[in-house]
């Protein structure tokens, strides 16, 4: 069975709904480790989704510059 990854939406809803449970006193001590476990994995999911996105923007812009250096080096003929 293949496990589907969680979009970054999706990880935060989650964070986001294991804090307001922390937040309202809705666990025990036993379900609270296993959510804290939870949120750290989550958060590294979220982690690696921004890192992911921060270099694909990189490569973009950086493709964008050579894009415009190309155009100003042929409007130069």
């Known amino acids: 069975?293949?496990?589907?990854?969680?979009?970054?939406?999706?990880a935060i809803a989650q964070i986001?709904?294991?804090?307001q449970q922390i937040e309202n006193g809705e666990l025990d001590v036993?379900?609270?480790?296993?959510k804290v476990r939870?949120?750290?994995e989550l958060l590294r999911i979220c982690r690696g989704k921004l890192f992911e996105t921060?270099?694909?923007i990189d490569r973009i812009l950086k493709d964008m510059d050579r894009d415009q250096?190309?155009?100003?080096?042929d409007s130069e003929k």
């Open 54 to 56: 921060e270099k694909e």
């Open 30 to 34: 036993d379900q609270l480790a296993e």
């Open 16 to 19: 986001e709904e294991i804090l």
């Open 69 to 73: 250096e190309e155009e100003d080096a």
């Open 1 to 10: 069975m293949t496990k589907k990854t969680k979009s970054y939406s999706e």
């Open 38 to 40: 939870q949120v750290a």
